[in-house]
Nanobody, 121 residues
Framework: QVHVVESGGGLVQPGGSLRVSCTAS????????TAWYRQAPGKQRELVAA???????KYTDSVKGRFTISRDNAKNTVYLQMNSLKAEDTAVYYC???????????????WGQGTQVTVSS
C-alpha cells in the first residue's frame, strides 16, 4: 500500500529549466535512498541522480552541473531540478524509493509511473 507518484513533466525548450517531483505515500516507516531514472525510446533505463541514506548525492556524467536532486523527508518527496536542458534529456523520468514499511521489516523498492519530459524547440 505504498504509492509513488511523479509530477511536473512537460514540454520545455532547449536551455530551459524544469523541476519534477516525486511523492511517496502510504505505509512508510522510513525512507533510506531515493533516485531518479530516465528512459528514452529504444534505450535502456538509466540512473540519473540519487541520494544516499547519508544525504550524499550522485549524478551521471551527462547531467553533472545541470541537474540537482534534493528531498524533503518530512513530505516524503524528492525533487529533480533540471537546468540547461538539452534535446538528449528527452525521456520518461521515473523515481525510485527504497524504504522500510514497518519497524524491523525489509527494505523494498517502489517505482512511480513516470513523467514525460520533452525538450524541443
Amino acid at each position: 500500500q505504498v504509492h509513488v507518484v511523479e509530477s511536473g513533466g512537460g514540454l520545455v525548450q532547449p536551455g530551459g529549466s524544469l523541476r519534477v517531483s516525486c511523492t511517496a505515500s502510504g505505509s512508510i516507516f522510513i525512507i533510506y535512498s531515493t533516485a531518479w531514472y530516465r528512459q528514452a525510446p529504444g534505450k535502456q533505463r538509466e540512473l540519473v541522480a540519487a541520494v544516499t541514506p547519508g544525504d550524499a548525492t550522485k549524478y551521471t556524467d551527462s547531467v553533472k552541473g545541470r541537474f540537482t536532486i534534493s528531498r524533503d523527508n518530512a513530505k516524503n518527496t524528492v525533487y529533480l531540478q533540471m537546468n540547461s536542458l538539452k534535446a538528449e534529456d528527452t525521456a520518461v523520468y521515473y523515481c525510485n524509493v527504497d524504504l522500510r514499511e514497518t519497524r524491523g521489516g525489509p527494505l523494498n523498492d517502489y517505482w512511480g509511473q513516470g513523467t514525460q519530459v520533452t525538450v524541443s524547440s
